[in-house]
């Protein structure tokens, strides 16, 4: 019966701590993203968009600063062309 205690809170610790670090993980990423796109609404519609693609292609986490960066620059690109 103690084993089972002390493997059900271990486990429940590990989970917790599983949990919190894919939070935080998604948290950061996220505002990331919303750094990167500034106070406009719109580039940050996109910035998130381009935030789910990242995921959905598994861009690397060391990789996904200069992703993102590329990616809000390509907006800033797209912007300043149907502008003229």
Do not use: N
Not at 13 to 34: N, S
Not at 59 to 68: E, N, S, T
Request: proline share 1%; hydrophobic share 50%; charged share 25%.
């Amino acid at each position: 019966m103690d084993y089972l205690i002390i493997f059900v809170a271990v486990a429940s610790g590990l989970y917790f701590h599983w949990w919190l670090y894919v939070r935080i993980k998604r948290w950061t990423d996220r505002d990331l993203a919303l750094s990167l796109a500034g106070s406009d609404a719109t580039k940050r519609a996109y910035m998130l968009k381009r935030l789910d693609e990242a995921k959905a292609s598994k861009v690397p986490g060391k990789q996904l600063q200069a992703w993102l960066e590329q990616a809000a620059s390509e907006f800033v690109a797209a912007t300043d062309s149907s502008s003229i």
